[in-house]
DNA sequence: CTAAAATCCTGGTGGC
DNA sequence: TGCCACCAGGATTTTA
């Protein structure tokens, strides 16, 4: 479940490998994973140069040539591999995408939600995405403007993209732990104090994800260390490293909700 | 307007 | 050991 963190440090590292490449194939085996016209996505990658690879929200953002933007978003169980075209093909592998050097990039997924999307328009993939919260120009007060007559309760707020960016579950728990503010408060009952502390909260906990090259899940995204500094995220019943107190779990629009009872109010 | 539920998927888990 | 119901979870879509 790679979220802003993970997508992060994979972006940092595709670009060494494939930076300067250019597809030269495509091969679809789930056409479900593309989400613009199969035939339009295999007629028109081939050729593309792979020129920089940045991130938005959870999307990873490779800019072609040409003007050609190719997203890829893992969603929960995705996963890219750049691997010479002569290594065996894992379970899992839906897009094969060929390049110039005799290698190519694997799209592993094994639960089939990851998409890729080909298009000359960013906007119609990243259009309806809200701020992204580490950016040097998203400022306290943009923040807090973000809240302005926002009745919902505050752990949907955080985990909906359209309201601010990157966020899943995981790091929505860990910022609302760390801001000592409970998940299920009702987002305008949250005072100017509790904003400022949330604000820097969100960015501390993705900073540290990033620092520690994201966190490591099922096995899916290999090499991250942030697992091991969860506070509440998966501690159902263990005690909060703060106050000892038994971390607890809710549900919340249907999505697992860790909190201490005793640190966040 | 908010919000909850359904949808898409498969591997892992727990009950029996 | 086998079978099966059930669950997680991001984002979108549908329904309330």
């Not at 495509?26 to 035939?39: G, H, Y």
């Not at 904003?195 to 900073?207: M, T």
């Amino acid at each position: 479940m790679p979220e802003l963190p993970e997508v992060e440090t994979i972006v940092r590292e595709l670009r060494q490998p494939l930076v300067g490449r250019t597809f030269t194939q495509v091969i679809v085996r789930w056409e479900k994973t593309i989400q613009t016209p199969v035939a339009e996505f295999k007629h028109n990658l081939p050729g593309k140069q792979i020129e920089s690879i940045r991130r938005r929200a959870k999307y990873i953002w490779f800019h072609l040539s040409g003007g050609w933007s190719l997203f890829i978003h893992l969603k929960m169980s995705g996963n890219l591999q750049v691997l010479p075209v002569s290594t065996p093909c894992e379970k899992h592998v839906h897009t094969i995408l060929r390049l110039d050097n005799g290698h190519e990039v694997r799209f592993k997924d094994t639960r089939k939600f990851g998409r890729a999307y080909l298009t000359r328009d960013p906007e119609t993939v990243t259009g309806h995405l809200g701020p992204e919260p580490l950016a040097d120009n998203f400022t306290l007060a943009d923040f807090k403007a973000l809240f302005h007559r926002k009745k919902g309760r505050l752990k949907p707020l955080l985990l909906n993209q359209a309201f601010i960016a990157g966020l899943g579950n995981i790091y929505a728990d860990e910022a609302c732990h760390d801001a000592g503010i409970l998940p299920n408060r009702t987002a305008d009952t949250l005072s100017a104090v509790e904003l400022e502390r949330l604000y820097h909260s969100i960015r501390k906990v993705l900073n540290h994800g990033i620092m520690h090259r994201g966190a490591t899940f099922d096995e899916v995204y290999p090499g991250g260390k942030f697992q091991n500094f969860f506070q509440v995220y998966g501690r159902t019943g263990e005690p909060c490293r703060t106050c000892d107190q038994p971390v607890e779990r809710i549900v919340l629009s249907s999505r697992s909700t860790h909190f201490c009872p005793n640190c966040q109010r």
